[in-house]
């Protein structure tokens, strides 16, 4: 299916809009400098919550490119999986998952495998007040009340020191406030 509509913005461009909004320009002054419609730059700064979003790394833990190339060449070589975690400094069991996860031993290939990997740590995941929605009442009633997301942060460590799930960082109060795509403290 071929892709609809404009095309979006480069990564060159994505990090000349935020070298931009970090400086304090308008939305319409960094689409005049991208020659792109100001809504554009207001969709990918507002997706944001207007903060420069962080450069995906992988995990220290996370198997390799080069790691999964020494797999695909062990299995082609009839070594054991013992034999493959050995010389990799690696758990079995990490190499066994890795092989199962990806297509078992008849299917599995390196590029491929390193290529889902990094796609399935991309998923979105929910911030805890859209999870949970009795901390999301508490926050908002506290938020009526006139408290920062700092003294409410700091109240339900005091309030609830025994369950982590009813914490949340004033950071993610600050975001799900600005931030409103997520739509958990729309109103």
């Given at each position: 299916?071929?892709?609809?509509?404009?095309?979006?913005?480069?990564?060159?461009?994505?990090?000349?809009?935020?070298?931009?909004?970090?400086?304090?320009?308008?939305?319409?002054?960094?689409?005049?400098?991208?020659?792109?419609?100001?809504?554009?730059?207001?969709?990918?700064?507002?997706?944001?919550?207007?903060?420069?979003?962080?450069?995906?790394?992988?995990?220290?833990?996370?198997?390799?490119?080069?790691?999964?190339?020494?797999?695909?060449?062990?299995?082609?070589?009839?070594?054991?999986?013992?034999?493959?975690?050995?010389?990799?400094?690696?758990?079995?069991?990490?190499?066994?998952?890795?092989?199962?996860?990806?297509?078992?031993?008849?299917?599995?290939?390196?590029?491929?495998?390193?290529?889902?990997?990094?796609?399935r740590t991309r998923r979105p995941k929910p911030c805890r007040l859209a999870t949970s929605p009795t901390l999301q009442w508490i926050v908002a009633s506290k938020l009526t009340l006139d408290w920062s997301p700092e003294?409410?942060?700091?109240?339900?460590?005091?309030?609830?020191?025994?369950?982590?799930?009813?914490?949340?960082?004033?950071?993610?109060?600050?975001?799900?406030?600005?931030?409103?795509?997520?739509?958990?403290?729309?109103?």
């Amino acid at each position: 299916m071929t892709h609809m509509g404009r095309p979006g913005l480069s990564a060159a461009q994505k990090a000349e809009l935020w070298h931009r909004w970090k400086q304090g320009q308008s939305l319409s002054e960094i689409g005049r400098a991208l020659g792109k419609h100001a809504g554009s730059i207001h969709g990918v700064v507002s997706s944001n919550g207007g903060f420069i979003p962080p450069v995906r790394r992988r995990s220290r833990w996370a198997l390799t490119l080069a790691e999964r190339e020494e797999i695909s060449r062990g299995m082609a070589a009839d070594r054991s999986i013992r034999q493959i975690a050995a010389m990799l400094g690696r758990a079995p069991s990490t190499v066994s998952r890795e092989i199962t996860r990806c297509g078992g031993a008849h299917t599995y290939r390196a590029a491929e495998a390193d290529a889902q990997a990094w796609k399935r740590t991309r998923r979105p995941k929910p911030c805890r007040l859209a999870t949970s929605p009795t901390l999301q009442w508490i926050v908002a009633s506290k938020l009526t009340l006139d408290w920062s997301p700092e003294q409410i942060a700091g109240w339900l460590k005091r309030a609830f020191p025994d369950q982590g799930t009813m914490r949340v960082s004033h950071e993610t109060i600050y975001r799900s406030l600005f931030i409103q795509a997520r739509g958990v403290l729309k109103k």
